[in-house]
């Protein structure tokens, strides 16, 4: 498999993450264990020697050009817009880089452009403005796979409608199959003169959400392209080494145990209740974080209403409690058996009575997913 795509340094404040990775770079990394032989194509400022001496233990070979500066993505948090730095407009563009092979995964970069010819293309554009066609650049391919998010494709298709969107992209013949990524609502794929095909996302014991995006098109690469496998299969696949990837972002994905996921029921809108603390600035900034984050997910959240013993306990509802700020005395009053509550516990406050309780987390952006997950169809 050859990946075509950025190498950058990330970092997240909560919580702390720090290297070298970038989608290409962490795509390559993620099949490297299941695929025959992963070649990494990017630029880098350096010549690469430190990238290649780094990748050498998992098998993957490099191909590099210079760029003239580094590119850092700053996170907050993995829900929150990530600082690109330099800014985009000041990001100097390199030549294009050139690729035939059978098998190609390509993102898009944001300092050059991948021109690529092969047999099966992957292609993920990563932009919801003004995303660059496959064909923009000269590429083609034999069959291609557009991967992309949902806000991606609305603008790829120039379409609110995914199916509409779509249907008017395969009989133009711009790619044989589309799969599009809709976060904890899985994903959907469509594919030439066949019905829509939904796959559900997946259950993770801790989410780690930066780069979950290259993981899935990484993974669908290597069961569509490499593999051969149908496009349905491939992303279902995906799917599931997603939510392996969560729970350890910095190993490659094996594949032997992605067919023991649950999935994660179907959401529709419901309401998710935030409990927090607003006595300091903090504590409000994560409230209403909270609610953005939740709302940006797709679904509906509102500031808590009442008390805190009366979390969980309303018909059609889930609670998210973020401890931080409650006093003792109010924890208490808490039923840890009720199963509608989520505790965002970055303090480890909560005593020991709660220990066994199953949706307890330390972290913000999981405790985000859990409240999702756990949040009824109605």
Not at 190 to 210: G, H, L, M
Not at 277 to 282: R, V
Not at 284 to 304: H, K, M, P
Request: glycine share 6%; hydrophobic share 35%; charged share 20%.
């Amino acid at each position: 498999m050859h990946v075509a795509g950025g190498i950058y340094l990330e970092t997240c404040e909560t919580p702390s993450w720090s290297g070298l990775w970038g989608s290409g770079l962490r795509a390559a990394i993620a099949i490297s264990e299941m695929s025959e032989k992963v070649t990494l194509h990017g630029y880098l400022k350096n010549n690469g020697e430190n990238l290649t001496s780094r990748l050498a233990s998992y098998r993957v070979s490099t191909e590099i050009l210079p760029r003239h500066h580094d590119v850092v993505f700053s996170y907050f948090h993995p829900l929150s817009d990530p600082l690109v730095e330099p800014a985009h407009q000041r990001i100097r563009k390199q030549r294009a880089l050139l690729l035939s092979a059978d098998n190609i995964l390509r993102f898009s970069y944001l300092e050059g452009s991948a021109c690529v010819h092969g047999s099966h293309v992957v292609y993920d554009p990563q932009s919801p403005r003004g995303p660059e066609k496959f064909h923009e650049n000269g590429s083609t391919a034999e069959n291609l796979a557009l991967v992309m998010n949902e806000n991606e494709f609305k603008a790829y298709s120039a379409s609110d409608d995914l199916d509409e969107g779509a249907s008017r992209l395969l009989k133009a013949n711009e790619a044989q199959v589309i799969v599009v990524k809709r976060g904890i609502f899985g994903a959907n794929v469509y594919q030439t003169s066949e019905t829509p095909f939904y796959v559900p996302a997946y259950q993770s014991e801790r989410i780690f959400k930066i780069g979950t995006g290259d993981v899935f098109s990484a993974a669908f690469s290597y069961f569509w392209a490499e593999k051969r496998q149908d496009a349905n299969q491939a992303a279902d696949l995906a799917s599931r080494a997603v939510a392996s990837y969560c729970e350890n972002p910095t190993v490659p994905i094996n594949s032997m145990g992605l067919r023991d996921r649950k999935p994660i029921q179907e959401c529709r809108a419901s309401l998710i209740e935030v409990y927090g603390s607003a006595d300091t600035l903090g504590r409000l900034y994560t409230r209403q974080e909270a609610l953005y984050c939740i709302r940006s997910l797709g679904l509906e959240a509102s500031i808590g209403s009442g008390t805190l013993a009366a979390a969980g306990k309303r018909v059609g509802t889930v609670s998210l409690v973020i401890v931080d700020g409650f006093p003792d005395q109010c924890l208490t009053v808490l039923d840890t058996t009720l199963p509608g509550i989520i505790f965002l516990d970055e303090e480890h406050r909560l005593k020991p009575a709660f220990t066994h309780h199953e949706q307890i987390t330390d972290d913000f952006t999981s405790s985000i997913y859990k409240a999702c997950m756990q949040s009824p169809v109605l």
